[in-house]
């Protein structure tokens, strides 16, 4: 055998053996447009390296392991909720849940109105939440929230344990609520802390 075929012989090899770690790789698809920004968030997000695609891309014959809508505005979740869909995206998110598969929300923007919004219009919301997540859609999983806000006017015990099991090292309050003893005894023994804000 002559060095060349030797050569030749190894590297592709090699090749082979690149292309099946590539295709080992978990296949995702990021249900939006492809940004540069949205690719190191849900990059960020994920425990392990995956191919990422994007809605309109071609994927050739893989197969998503996971779907993930990198935000869900307030709009949308009332478009979802009643099973339409108002835009590109909705309509690929719907298609997807009609196909028995589940879709994770990286953020749900309603919740960054949690200390302003009326407490009804907050409810409403909240229970479209819990509508979409029998339809299979989703809060992301594998991070946990550093932060998590109540609006009550009274912090219990058990408000400060499910913000402790939630994997939250903060519980964000309103500015005026009342923290009962053992609430801070509770937070004292997990670790939370207790954060009065507007």
Do not use: H
Request: charged fraction near 25%; glycine fraction near 6%; aromatic fraction near 6%.
């Amino acid at each position: 055998m002559d060095v060349d075929a030797l050569i030749r012989s190894i590297a592709e090899e090699v090749m082979k053996q690149l292309q099946q770690q590539q295709v080992q790789k978990p296949c995702v698809m990021v249900l939006a447009n492809r940004e540069l920004s949205l690719v190191s968030k849900v990059e960020s997000c994920l425990e392990e390296a995956a191919d990422l695609y994007f809605l309109g891309e071609d994927m050739g014959d893989r197969t998503p392991c996971r779907y993930i809508l990198p935000s869900l505005c307030p709009g949308g979740m009332a478009d979802l909720a009643r099973g339409s869909a108002s835009t590109k995206t909705l309509a690929e998110v719907l298609r997807v849940l009609l196909l028995g598969k589940e879709v994770e929300v990286l953020e749900f923007e309603y919740r960054k109105y949690g200390e302003t919004a009326p407490g009804p219009l907050l409810s409403m919301y909240e229970s479209y939440e819990k509508t979409l997540a029998g339809f299979g859609l989703k809060e992301f999983s594998f991070k946990r929230p550093d932060t998590t806000r109540v609006r009550e006017s009274l912090v219990t015990e058990k408000i400060v344990e499910q913000a402790a099991d939630s994997g939250a090292s903060t519980l964000a309050v309103p500015t005026d609520a009342l923290i009962t003893p053992l609430a801070a005894e509770a937070a004292k023994n997990l670790s939370v802390n207790i954060l009065k804000q507007l």
